[in-house]
């Protein structure tokens, strides 16, 4: 195994009650307070970050916790947005950027995304920085696709800050299904990615975990976790279910790569 396996999980606004998300914020850290294999975080729905973020540090849990987006600037004029320094001063470690959702229901384009990605690096952050393709692809294609994507969310950027960074390949057309892409093609693409990363980037690329996420569940984590360019999973609805959630880091865990 080349890089350590990372799990995790964005409630996007799925769970947005307080004693909801802190209670599973606390079954999840209990379930998995022995766990040293993975890494392992949680993004809650935003008006549940802090109530989670206080949740976690008191259990003394492993899991980091993040936001799934940020505002591209720190502090200003900009209404309605989060800002980076409230997710510092949660102590929070990720910030998802560029998810389909967002590219897509909020026009939110490369160049937002890259100023994001600039943002987050400067401050310590570790972006999860999510690419996909509409829809289903030839190999050329693809790699045209995450050359374009990945050049545009990642310019003006020294390789050497980008060494945390993870990337989540979610397929468009994967994304709130009932299963989740088919495990051969998700080892394809992960290695198209990582080959554009190491055109990109250089050598940090080696060091670049690559997670698949898109309508992942405890029947396909393994099978999608056993390939050498794929080092982990971004769980949606079906680790909602803290056991469920439990059940796919065992299966990630149970991988061969
Ligand atoms: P899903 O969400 O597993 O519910 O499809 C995954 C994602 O969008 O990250």
Known sequence: MKRKPIVGISMKIYQNKIDDAVNYAKSVSNLE?????????LLPSLGTIYPVSKALLENNSIIKFGAQNIAPIKN???????????????????????????????????????????????????????IGEPQKEDSQNLEKTFTNML?????????????????????????????AANADYVANVH??????????LGNVSQNIRIIYGG???????????????????????????????????????????
Not at 152 to 179: C, F, H, R, T, V
Not at 222 to 247: C, L, M, Q
Request: glycine residues 6%; negative net charge.
């Open 33 to 41: 307070r022995d766990e040293k294999q993975v890494d392992l975080f």
């Open 76 to 130: 200003g004029a900009m209404t309605g947005e989060f800002s980076l320094e409230s997710l510092i001063d949660m102590g929070g470690s990720y910030v998802e950027l560029g998810h389909y959702e967002r590219r897509t229901f909020l026009q939110e384009n490369d160049e937002v995304i890259n100023t994001k990605v600039q943002l987050a690096v400067q401050n310590n952050l570790i972006p999860i920085l999510c």
């Open 151 to 179: 050049n545009s969310d990642l310019a003006n950027i020294d390789p050497q800050k980008l060494n945390n960074m993870l990337i989540a390949y979610e397929p468009y057309w994967a994304i709130g299904k009932e299963e």
């Open 191 to 200: 290695h198209i990615i990582r080959k554009v990363l190491q055109n990109t």
């Open 215 to 257: 309508s992942v569940s405890k029947n396909s984590a393994k099978e999608i976790a056993n390939s050498e360019d794929v080092d982990g999973v971004f769980v949606g609805r079906f680790g909602h279910d803290p056991n469920n959630f439990k059940k796919i880091i065992e299966e990630v865990k149970k991988a061969q790569y």
